[in-house]
Nanobody, 123 residues
Framework: QVELVESGGRLVQAGGSLRLSCAASGRTFSTYDMGWFRQAPGKEREFVARISWRGGTTDYGDFVKGRFTISSGRVRNTVYLQMNNLEPEDTAVYYC????????????????WGKGTLVTVSS
């Protein structure tokens, strides 16, 4: 059974940092692109970041503006999202995603989703 499990979400003050983790299990993800999406209350799902398996190429949503960094662990089945200088607008449930092709920013081609981890940024 394939499973993506996120962790690391919590309450943090504006300006603070968090590191989210995603552990994938149930299959080998070495040829999968991995990514992060988020969904704030009352808003649509939003693309945050993605990393390709081929060469570690990364892309970010426009709102990131250099504050977040996506990376993969030594064990390819782990992906991280380092978030710095957090803002109240970053409050959302953050979802890990995996796709056997390039992840689109719409998230329409995701093969596997995690259940999410809540990040709350207080002002």
């Amino acid at each position: 059974q394939v499973e993506l499990v996120e962790s690391g979400g919590r309450l943090v003050q504006a300006g603070g940092s968090l590191r989210l983790s995603c552990a994938a299990s149930g299959r080998t993800f070495s040829t999968y692109d991995m990514g992060w999406f988020r969904q704030a209350p009352g808003k649509e799902r939003e693309f945050v970041a993605r990393i390709s398996w081929r060469g570690g190429t990364t892309d970010y949503g426009d709102f990131v503006k250099g504050r977040f960094t996506i990376s993969s662990g030594r064990v390819r089945n782990t992906v991280y999202l380092q978030m710095n200088n957090l803002e109240p607008e970053d409050t959302a449930v953050y979802y890990c995603a995996a796709a056997s092709r390039v992840i689109s920013t719409t998230g329409s081609d995701i093969d596997y989703w995690g259940k999410g981890t809540l990040v709350t940024v207080s002002s």
